[in-house]
């Protein structure tokens, strides 16, 4: 299958910045979507921005101007820059990734994987 591993994560504080890196691996064909969510305690998972395999990105309004999600499509890694971060900001983010792999006899199979995780914490 598809294994996302999410790296970057830590503590910052506010106004600092962190960048996300998240790398898909295993028998990919094709990556399509690429995302990151984040989920914070006693919360449910959100999206915090997507981007296509042709480049077209979208944001939550939460963090519009402050994140740039982009992506090395030659490597399956999706990036998260993560600019003038806030207290609300800390959470789990989580990789997100779908497309599709190569199956038993060279069948094509379609995938929709996530990663563990890698907590952000911003301190005030």
């Known amino acids: 299958q598809v294994r996302l591993v999410e790296s970057g994560g830590g503590l910052v504080q506010a106004g600092g910045s962190l960048r996300l890196s998240c790398a898909a691996s295993g028998s990919i064909f094709k990556v399509n979507a690429m995302g990151w969510y984040r989920q914070a305690p006693g919360k449910q998972r959100e999206l915090v921005a997507g981007i296509t395999s042709g480049g077209s990105t979208n944001y939550a309004d939460f963090v519009k101007g402050r994140f740039t999600i982009s992506r090395d499509s030659a490597k399956n890694t999706v990036y998260l820059q993560m600019n003038n971060l806030k207290p609300e900001d800390t959470a789990v983010y989580y990789c997100?990734?779908?497309?599709?792999?190569?199956?038993?006899?060279?069948?094509?199979?379609?995938?929709?994987?996530w990663g563990l995780g890698t907590q952000v914490t911003v301190s005030s």
């Open positions: 997100n990734a779908d497309g599709a792999i190569i199956g038993d006899w060279g069948l094509i199979n379609v995938f929709s994987s």
